[in-house]
């Protein structure tokens, strides 16, 4: 797979509208999550007039997916690392490596917004959480979640996470991070973002239970 002129230049003219200033704030943020919060950093296609950047006219998530040319960029990378990787390819979007600090469980957003504000008012231990502009929120939790899901749910007594439109997301999985669009439909958001507080992500069974309950009654 390769990025075509054509969509490099693309890409180029569209980082050249938005500024100096987004580029600058997409190289900290990505600093962020590899210097400060131990994330690595993989970068990812963008969809431009609706195709993919990667060139792929048949493409199976256009603008959804990490560049399979581009190497990734390792938890600890420095703001000048990271600005040096993005001079070398403007425009990507940012995506994180899932499976190895965190694992994630994705959830409708509306009932995800749901159970975050009642996780709150419980106060239990919570990560950060993403929504995306195509109505997924995905909650970070701690590595080997997504394994370990179903085992999880059916002892909560719930035996099938696809009618719950709830699933894990592990190993070899990649979510994309503000402050990139996906698949060219508008950027993601953080719900609560990475924090002191919030960056180490809990055990997952810690919210499993509420995250379940909530995507039930959205469904029913």
């Not at 059916?154 to 439109?165: E, Q, S, T, V």
């Not at 999985?173 to 953080?190: E, H, I, K, N």
Request: with cysteine.
């Amino acid at each position: 797979m390769g990025f075509t002129i054509g969509g490099m230049r693309e890409i180029r003219s569209g980082t050249r509208r938005r500024g100096r200033s987004y580029r600058s704030s997409e190289c900290t943020a990505v600093a962020e999550y590899t210097g400060l919060w131990g994330w690595d950093v993989v970068r990812g296609a963008r969809a431009v007039g609706g195709a993919c950047s990667c060139g792929r006219t048949n493409c199976p998530a256009p603008g959804a997916h990490p560049l399979e040319f581009a190497p990734g960029i390792p938890a600890g990378a420095t703001l000048d690392e990271v600005t040096r990787a993005w001079r070398d390819l403007p425009g990507a979007a940012v995506m994180l490596a899932v499976g190895r600090v965190f694992d994630a469980i994705e959830v409708a957003e509306p009932a995800g917004r749901r159970a975050l504000a009642r996780l709150e008012r419980m106060g239990l231990p919570l990560g950060p959480v993403t929504a995306t502009p195509d109505g997924r929120a995905h909650f970070f939790v701690a590595p080997g979640a997504a394994a370990e899901l179903p085992a999880l749910l059916y002892r909560l007594g719930w035996d099938d996470p696809a009618a719950l439109d709830l699933r894990g997301l592990g190993p070899g999985t990649f979510l994309t991070a503000p402050p990139s669009d996906r698949g060219g439909r508008g950027p993601v958001r953080w719900l609560r973002p990475p924090a002191l507080d919030t960056a180490k992500p809990p055990q997952a069974r810690l919210l499993l239970g509420t995250l379940a309950y909530v995507a039930h009654r959205s469904r029913a």
